[in-house]
């Protein structure tokens, strides 16, 4: 789990003492609080540090809250931004907005309420951290199904076994019967038909079918979220594998993990 930084930036000494009094550290999951009086003295601590959250006024000498989040999302656009200031005009809350600042608070606040948003921050930074890893995850089990994905389509000399495992390879991926018959050098009737004889099924319904035996298996052996899953086995549209799913399995995917994990 990364370590998680927050930076202070404030021209006023004590209301920096004070947020520093207010936060929870333990309870928000910061490993570490650095704290800057203006604009240059903010940039000079995101050049030597890794900044996971920043915490800043909007009024302040030498360069404004506003400008800093500017020259923030496009040095360190990972960076959580947001505002804590006294100004209540739609001036600045429209320039937040479209700086795309994750909140913005008016003082006097309570230590209750930058305790929750700074939480909400972190947690933010950590589901996207964590959606990276699924896709990462996702990423590495469909190579490890592939191996030497060439070679083992080419020594294939039956069409149907060629084509059984090009589908296996590339299951996140739009499968066309037409592209597949090409492949093959046969027509789509023609390449149709001889799955049909070897699994009683035409070239579609195998296809279907081994996006339902691969995404019930990610469902039982990977933590991936169904969204995922669903990316992972060639469904742009959620909704329809949703359908698709429980048409197989009776369940949706999300109560077949459920269950299967009692």
């Not at 909007?58 to 809250?65: A, D, H, K, L, Q």
């Not at 089990?141 to 994905?149: A, L, Q, V």
Request: a negative charge.
């Amino acid at each position: 789990m990364n370590k998680m930084t927050l930076l202070i930036v404030d021209d006023e000494i004590y209301a920096i003492q004070g947020l520093l009094e207010d936060i929870n550290q333990e309870w928000i999951g910061l490993d570490k609080i650095l704290t800057a009086n203006c604009y240059t003295q903010a940039l000079n601590v995101f050049l030597e540090n890794r900044i996971d959250i920043l915490l800043c006024d909007i009024e302040m000498p030498f360069g404004s809250g506003l400008e800093l989040v500017e020259w923030v999302k496009k040095q360190s656009p990972e960076t959580v931004c947001i505002f804590l200031t006294c100004h209540d005009e739609f001036s600045f809350a429209n320039r937040a907005i479209k700086l795309q600042c994750f909140d913005y608070i008016l003082k006097p606040v309570s230590a209750e309420v930058v305790n929750d948003v700074l939480k909400r921050g972190i947690e933010k930074i950590r589901e996207k951290d964590k959606e990276q890893v699924y896709r990462e995850y996702g990423k590495i089990y469909f190579e490890n199904i592939s191996g030497t994905e060439q070679a083992e389509i080419e020594a294939g000399s039956d069409a149907v076994e060629k084509i059984e495992k090009f589908i296996t390879l590339h299951l996140d991926e739009e499968l066309y019967v037409d592209l597949l018959a090409k492949m093959v050098f046969l027509s789509s009737a023609h390449l149709s038909r001889l799955f049909k004889k070897k699994h009683g099924m035409g070239l579609n319904d195998y296809i279907t079918g081994q996006r339902m035996k691969v995404a019930k298996e990610m469902v039982e052996t990977t933590d991936l979220s169904i969204s995922m899953i669903s990316s992972c086995v060639g469904f742009s549209n959620y909704s329809y594998f949703i359908k698709l799913f429980k048409k197989t399995y009776h369940k949706t995917p999300r109560e077949y993990r459920l269950e299967y994990k009692k």
